[in-house]
Structures are given as structure tokens and as C-alpha cells.
């Protein structure tokens, strides 16, 4: 992870800490930054592996006066989670449940377990936990107590702080003690602790009127500490209550004691659709008596954004009529589908009695959409969830900036406090994009500005000012969810009034007197306006620089590169450990640096000269962009678009400039240079397989791990002269992988396109010399110059056909779909993006063209694992609709991240260990669980490699399994 820079903290924790010490300048970088505008760079980051871990770090900095700063997943939106201090990342050791009792609904977990890990662990036992923030494939539960989020059902199950039974936490001076309900007139004994307690319930009931005078009476209020929980009007107090939302301040949490609550059995969602946004704002107040779980807005440049990115518009397309200024999704769970449809008519009753209808027009056109499909209603909550990122996607300079993004009034108010805001936000030549939770009052908003101008910053300034104003002339709160961290804390005067701030400072003073936690944050903070502190500060400029690729899409240096590097906004999606591919090196190794958030910045840091001189070629760079298999899960699954393939493909540029190129990327790269000399002497190309020792002999200079057996050349190669039918209807790109290694996966397509009648063609060079190639092995290590020139070369004999419109059709996604990816970009043009147009997977083809063919039942249940990028090229749908091509067909999709094969990463000595692990998270355990008489399919060459390899199984391409179905019996494989 980099050379360790010396450091007392360094030195005084190395040899003492089981877990990681991460004390490299790329390290401190990825830690530097969460999903704010801010970032300090730490002193360091200790990832312990237990309790002995955390209280050996923290013995070290309160002797050498440094503070320290808990850290889970690091997503949180005003700066909470950065400092100038000692970081304890809990995330991959510190995450397990410590108890579980379902008969009482409750459990004790580690602070870095995740949401949706929590809830996957609770629902075989008909419980979940129910504060379902957005970030919940990545929240920690430490994190979301110290920020007392929210989610999106709060009107039904409250905060964090209704969730939270108990904490066990280190104070300061090093005293681990339990913080939970006690009684008044009940704490004894001379312990600091009950002194500690005694002293907050006094503070308490000494503040009481200004509490009840200044604390806003809504549910949406994390702003401050929780003093109202010390008052005397509570029978019992909860201490851990005053801990809730405390951003790490006042203590390290250890356990977390929480209410669970029973699993939802059914629920339906109500779309109900507005002509304007004023419209909707004040339709949440007749809403909501209706009792709903959550009533959430979607507004109309969210909708619109949505539509452009891949992975949401099918989504969209369902549920989404005409073109509504804004959305409020309204969930009901009522426990039967009975009740739920009884909710849904009153839902339509209530929109028709407030005037909407869709039969009407202009003011009074509207309505509600009924959503009962489960999937479509969890799809949608993808949607809202993502909402955030997904206003994060636009590409210009300007960015939706948070900072006033989740104050919150009373809903009377809502539509008139929208009202206002959004004419502060006209003044200032700026506008906001609206979503989240209506329901009760806290709506998301950010204006669009440019952190990186100086004018932004002070139009940042001024509409805070005037926001929180307006805020506190609804008696609102200014801090409904995401906390306070550097962002609102100085804000705290204005909403609480200076006697509050100062029970606030007294409470961290009691608690934390040489402010060892987390400082700045809620009292004594800096500026929100402060530039040094920015992520772009006063002085953050990327010079001039040479890229391989086009990125002229996005704004900035490197012909844009500098934009599209800079579009993650840190929000941590890809730090989710089920679901979707995004990101599989970090779901084996729960490393920051092995995440596309990590890399990107790594990228972001080195490109502003921030890691110093040639890091972005340097050998922690090269780390960095080690572990990254090019899956493309990100392309599709980053809600802000961030294409770390394509990224690493400059990295490896720059880096074979400098450095040239290894033996090993040399025999990876120039592949298909050889390969027609190799495919001439099979016996002797596949030697190293055969010839006892030569793999061990070997691995050291070819850098191919002995442990694995390399693909075996044919030796019956596919040849174009094979199929070459006059005036095709459909031309067949040949890949290299399939051409030398499986050349039965051509001939089975050329095959079954013919059964349907159609005029076949292998696409040959212009030049008639070596195959064509798409450039994949050349891109793969760097050689784009290379690449190019197999890309221009096989444009010459692709333009004339698509030219006619003839559709070129693949079978390996990785080559077939370089066409439509890469190609664009490496050489942009008329000529490239035409091709890229009429370029298709065979399933692709299959389906788009309605093709019939002649099949007969296989008689074997089809387990099918999708190649990421088909995934990632939304590719998938077409495969299964193929495959259900043939009679009773029963087909079963393995939910799987990358297979971990990944092209020549699944070989490497260096590698081999993590591609396995890859492929043992989902995959291979699946394939193992198979019927015998399963026939298990697989287009990608790495992923049917894979296969065979772990689980000892034949994987075979579609191609094939639809020639057996144009065989009685389906015999074969």
C-alpha cells in the first residue's frame, strides 16, 4: 500500500496493531475526502481488527495529542467525516453482530456492519432494521448513529435516535462504558461515568424552557446535540439518545443495541403524477393522513436525468406518464393485499377530490399510477434512492452543491417554504433539483454551482445565509438528515440562539475536554465557506496533459479527462457487496484503495499534482488500478457515470511509456500478433499445459501462474473462407479467442444464423492478411497506439457493410463490445460510431430482428452467467429472452458480480488468488449447486474458463446451446 511515511503516529502504532496502519500519501489522499465538498487529509488510517486495535490507537493519539475520527463508509454529505486526524476506518474487520434476540426484536452489532448486510442477516428471521437510508448497500450503522439518519420511511419508524437502544462507547479518557435509558433519581455512585450522567441531566433540566423554546417540534431534527433527551419531561432517559447524531464527537462507539422491527410482508406504491411542482408540494399535507410508510418526491429534472442513464429508463418507462413536473411516491405496507388496494383507491380518491385527473389538462392534469409488481416498486426505490447521484451526473462544471439540501419544515409550509427558496435560488442565477422524503417535510435541494470559482462560493455563502433564514421563519430545522459536520455547524447560533450553542460546547467540553474526537464539527467549527478546505481549494489546478483516449464529453484538462475523472463525487455505490457487478475487487478484498471511489481518487490527486511529481504513473498508482478487472460495472452501475475501464486504460499508457512493458503484458498484449504462427503449431504453443514442470518452470518469466492451466490452442482454427456467403444479411466479427481457442462457438452461430435463412459472412481485412482484431489484449496493457491501428484496420472492411446497414454480429462480449465502447473514443469519428451503431451481440440480433429458428426442447434446466459487459451494455435481457427461444426452456440467471477470470487477470501469478475469490463470492458456490444435467452457459471466454477451472464444469456458449436445439434431443456438451 505504499511506502509509509514517517510519522510519530506511524511509529508509535507499528508491531502494536493486528489490523492495517495506512500511512502512504495515496493512502491518507483516499481518506481525505467523503461525499462533501470538503476534504482534509488525515494524519493516517489504522483499520482495526478488534477492540484491542481501537484502543491501542486511540492510547497513541491522546499521548501525542492527535484527534481521532471514526470512519464507516465514509458517504456523509457535510464533512463529518474528514479531518486533520487519525482515521479508524471500521468498515472491514469491525462489522460483526454481536447478539441477536428475535423473540424481543433487538441485536448488538460492531458499528461497521452495513444496512443491507444487517438485513440480509435479519430476514430469515422475519425482521429488518428499518431506517432505510438511500446508502444502505454502504452505511455503516456506526455512521448512521453518529449521524442519526433518517431513511426514507421515517414517518412510520422515526430516526436513528427512536432505533437506538443502547451504545457502548471509549470516552476520551479511555473508560468504556455503556450509554443507555436511566432513571433520574436513580443514578448513583462516585464512578466518573455517573458523574458524567448525573452532570447531562442536570444540564438538561437546567435548559429545559430553552429547549422546549428553541428545538423545532418536527421529526426531521439532527441539527445540535440531542439535549432535549436529558430534560426532565422524559419518565426515563436514554444517555445513548444524547450520543445519537453526535458525528463522532463525543465518543468511539464499540456496539450498537437497536429495536428491529417486523419484515414488511406486501406493499404497493401510488405514483401520483403533478403538473407543477408548487402542485405537489401542497398536495403532501392531504397525503399524508392517509397513513402511508413514505411519501417521496421526484421531480422533473430527476425524471429527465434518469431517462439518460441506462441502468434507470426501462425503469422510468413504467411507471411514469406523460411528462409531470414532479412525482410524490407514496408506499403503503399494510399487511395484505387487500388492505394495500383499499389504500391505493383512497389514494386515487384523494387526487381526484384535490382536481387531478388525467383526463384533464393544465393545471388540473394528473393523477395517480398504481405500482403493485414488487420489482417495479423496489426498481423505482433504486431510482429515488440514487436520486442524489443521480442529479450528480451532469457532466458540466457545475455541479448540484449540498448544503442546504435537507432543512425541513412543518408541511403546511412546504409548498410556500419551496416556493421561497426556489426564488432565493433565481436571484442568485442558480436553480435547484428537488427529491426525497415529503412526507415529512425535508426535501433534498441543491443549487447548481461551481466549487472550483471563487463567485460560486460567495453566491454559496449568500443563499445559505438567506435559506436558513427563511428556515427559521417557518420554525423549521436547518439539519433534517445529513447532519451538520463542517457544512451547518457554524449555523447552530442562528437556528438555536447563543444560549443552546453554548449547552452544546458544554456538553463537548464535559465530554471531550482536549477534543481528541473528531473536532470542528457541531461546536467550535470553521467556516463552510473556508476554501482550504475544499476538495477544489483556492489552489487546486491539473496542468496540461497527454491522453490516449477521447474524452472530450466532459470539461478540463486531458481533453477532458480531468472532468470525467472528477464526476465521482465520493457517493460510495460502489462500495455495495451484493447486487449488480460494481465493484468485485473490493468486495473480495474491503480495501478503499481497491474501489472505484479509491481510484478515482487516486486519479483525481495525482492529475493536481497533489501525490507529487509522476504519481499518475507511479508504482501506487499502478497498485491502485492493480485489482481492477475492466468489468465495466461502474460504466452502468456509478450512478455519475465513472468509467474506471477506460480510465485504467490511461494509467497503463502512460505507464508503458515510461516504463515499457513487462515480459508477461508483452505475451498478453501482442496476442494476436502470434496467434496465427501459434495456431500452426498447437502442440507446441499448448506445451506449457502438457509437459510436466514447464508451467512451474515458466511462471516466473511469464508471469502466468503455475497453478492454472492457459487456454488450448485449436488445432483446427476458425477460418473466414468458412462462411462467406454473396451479399450477406448479417456479417460475423470473428474474435480472437473464439477464432483460436473455441472456434466451434463461430461455427455453431455461422450455423444457426443460416437455419433461419440468412446469408452469412465472416468479415475479412481489406489487406487479406492476419484475421482482424478489435485492439481488447493491446488496450488491455497499455498499447493503445497498437490497439488504434487494429481498430483502423478493421473499420476499412466494417464501414462498407454497415455503410449497407448489414448488422455485424459477435459472440465474445469483450471483443464484440469494444466496437461500440472503445472504439469511439480511441478512434473517434463518423466511420467508428457508425460501426458501433450496427454492432450486436448475437442474442442482440436475434431478438431485435424477431428471428424465428427451427428449435426443439433440450430437455435440461440452462443455468445462465452473464459476462459483465454484457451487463454493463444492458445485454442480458436479450440473452434470456434467446435462450426462451427454445421450447420449455427453464432458465436460471446466477445474480453474480465479475467471474474474476477477467481476460489474461484470472492467469496471473500475482492475481490468480483474488480471481478466485472473485468467483467464490457468488459464482462458482452457484455453478456447484447446479443439477448434473444442467447445462451451464457462459458467451464469455474468461467466464466458461472460469467455470471449468473452480467448479470443475463445462460452460458453453449460447451459440452452441442453440444448435442443440436444432437437434432432436439436444445431445451434446
Known sequence: MGMMEKSPLASRLAGKIEGELLFDAFSRGRYATDASIYQMT?????????????????????????????????????????????????????????????ANRRCVVQPGIVLDELNRALKPHGLWFPVDVSTASRATIGGMAANNSCGGRSLRYGTMRDNVLSIEAILADGTRTTFGPVDRNGVLGNDPTSALISEMLALGAREQAEIAARFPNIIRRVGGYNIDALTPDHARNNMAHLLVGSEGTLGYFTAIELKLSPLQSTKVTGACHFPTFHAAMDAAQHLVPLKP?????????????????????????????????????????????????????????????????????????????????????????EVRKSGLNIMMSMKSEGKPVSFVEDCAVELPDLAAYTAGLTEIFEKHGTKGTWYAHASVGCLHVRPVLNMKLDKDVKTMRAIAEECFDLVAHYKGSHSGEHGDGIVRSEFHEKMFGPQMVASFNEVKDRFDPNRLFNPGKIVQPPKMDDRRLFRYGPDYTVKPMKTALDWSAWPGAGGGFQGAVEMCNNNGACRKLKGGVMCPSYRVTRNERDVVRGRANSLRLAISGQLGPDAFASDDMVSAMKLCVSCKGCKRECPTGVDMAKMKIEVLAARAEKHGLSFHDKLVGYMPAYAPFA??????????????????????????????????????????????????????????????????????????????????AVVRPADGKDPLDCGRTYLAVGLVEEARASARRALKALVPHAEKGVPIVGLEPSSLLTLRDEWPVLVPGPEADLVAQHALMLEEYLVRNEIALPLKPLGRPILLHGHCHQKAHNVMPDVQKTLAMIPQAEVSVVETSCCGM??????????????????????????????????????????????????????????????MALDAGGKGA
Open 293 to 381: 410508510a413514505a411519501v417521496e418526491l421526484v421531480d422533473d429534472t430527476m425524471i429527465a436525468l434518469a431517462r439518460d442513464i441506462p441502468m434507470f429508463r426501462q425503469t422510468i418507462s413504467q411507471f411514469v406518464q406523460g411528462d409531470p413536473a414532479a412525482l410524490l411516491l407514496v408506499e403503503f405496507a399494510e399487511g395484505s393485499d387487500a388492505a394495500n388496494a383499499a389504500k391505493l383507491e383512497e389514494l386515487s380518491d384523494k387526487m381526484a377530490a384535490l382536481g387531478f385527473g388525467f383526463d384533464r389538462s393544465g393545471k388540473h392534469w394528473g393523477g395517480s399510477v398504481a405500482v403493485t409488481d414488487l420489482k417495479l416498486q423496489n426498481d423505482i426505490g
Open 679 to 760: 495456431a500452426k503449431l498447437p502442440w507446441l504453443a499448448n506445451a506449457r499445459n502438457w509437459l510436466p514442470g514447464a508451467a512451474k518452470l515458466t511462471e516466473r518469466l511469464t508471469g502466468f501462474a503455475a497453478s492454472r492451466k492457459l487456454p488450448a490452442w485449436s488445432n483446427d482454427p476458425f477460418l473466414d473462407t468458412e462462411f462467406q456467403d454473396a451479399d450477406p444479411d448479417v456479417v460475423l466479427w470473428a474474435d480472437i479467442f473464439n477464432r483460436y481457442f473455441e472456434p466451434e462457438n463461430l461455427r455453431a452461430a455461422g450455423r444457426v444464423l443460416r437455419a433461419a435463412g440468412l446469408r452469412v
Open 902 to 963: 477477467a481476460g489474461a487477470f484470472g492467469y496471473g501469478k500475482d492475481t490468480v488468488e483474488t480471481s478466485l475469490k472473485m468467483a467464490e463470492l457468488d459464482l462458482l458456490p452457484a455453478v456447484r449447486a447446479a443439477a448434473q444435467d444442467a447445462l451451464v452457459v457462459a458467451d464469455g471466454t474468461s467466464c466458461r474458463h472460469q467455470i471449468k477451472d473452480g467448479a470443475a464444469r463445462e460452460a458453453i456458449h449460447v451459440a452452441r446451446i442453440l444448435e
Open 42 to 102: 488525515p494524519l493516517g488510517a489504522v483499520v482495526p481488527k478488534s477492540l484491542d486495535d481501537i484502543e491501542t490507537a486511540l492510547g497513541a493519539a491522546r499521548e501525542l495529542g492527535a484527534s481521532v475520527l471514526p470512519r464507516g463508509g465514509g458517504t456523509s454529505q457535510c464533512g463529518q467525516t474528514v479531518n486533520h486526524s487519525l482515521v479508524l476506518d471500521n468498515s472491514k474487520y469491525f462489522n460483526r453482530i454481536l447478539d441477536l434476540d428475535v
